[in-house]
């Protein structure tokens, strides 16, 4: 079974930066699609940004040119750079792989266990 696991949230300031990462079973980062999904409460699960195994990357409009996802085939990790973070961008954050159309809609079939970010001052 693929297995995800997540590190890198915490508590930072509006304007601050934060790295996320997602450890993969070995092979998968280069060969699926992923993905970094967040949720906040009363909020609907909206995808922020996906890498395909092509390279080909997709951002939410609400963190483009902020937000940067990354993968390390050799690693076997995937990357989300977080910079100029906003109160808005509070939530968990969980990292999903899968099939490239399935990750960039409802999300694919692999899921992490979810990590909090939190922006406030």
């Known amino acids: 079974q693929v297995q995800l696991v997540e590190s890198g949230g915490g508590l930072v300031q509006p304007g601050g930066s934060l790295r996320l990462s997602c450890a993969a079973s070995?092979?998968?980062?280069?060969?699926?699609?992923m993905g970094w999904y967040r949720q906040a409460p009363g909020k609907q699960r909206e995808l922020v940004a996906a890498?395909?195994?092509?390279?080909?990357?997709k951002y939410a409009d609400s963190v483009k040119g902020r937000f940067t996802i990354s993968r390390d085939n050799v690693k076997n990790t995937v990357f989300l750079q977080m910079n100029s973070l906003k109160p808005e961008d509070t939530a968990v954050y969980y990292c999903?792989?899968?099939?490239?159309?399935?990750?960039?809609?409802?999300?694919?079939?692999?899921w992490g266990q979810g990590t909090q970010v939190t922006v406030s001052s």
């Open positions: 890498i395909t195994s092509g390279g080909t990357t």
């Open positions: 070995r092979n998968i980062v280069s060969m699926y699609a």
């Open positions: 999903n792989a899968g099939n490239a159309p399935v990750v960039l809609t409802t999300g694919g079939a692999y």
